[in-house]
């Protein structure tokens, strides 16, 4: 996963203004109690830090991925 699309699956579950807010403020136990941005500073997986979103913040399995790109015709 790269760090765009983590960007862009949070703003996707919580809001362009409040993913930065969530990001910055929430710790997570699934990361040994540390924010968001602390893990991305630490060098954690961002695939591991977004699982650890999803447990912890309890984001419903249709909001765990991007959407399809729409199809060209």
């Known amino acids: 996963m790269r760090l765009s699309e983590f960007w862009a699956l949070m703003e996707q579950e919580f809001g362009r203004g409040y993913a930065a807010v969530v990001a910055s403020t929430q710790m997570l136990g699934s ?26 913040m309890e984001v419903p399995p249709d909001h765990q991925h991007l959407p399809d790109p729409p199809r060209r015709q």
């Open 31 to 56: 990361l040994g109690g540390r924010t968001v941005d602390q893990a991305l500073t630490d060098g954690e997986p961002v695939r591991r830090i977004w699982e650890a979103v999803v447990r912890d």
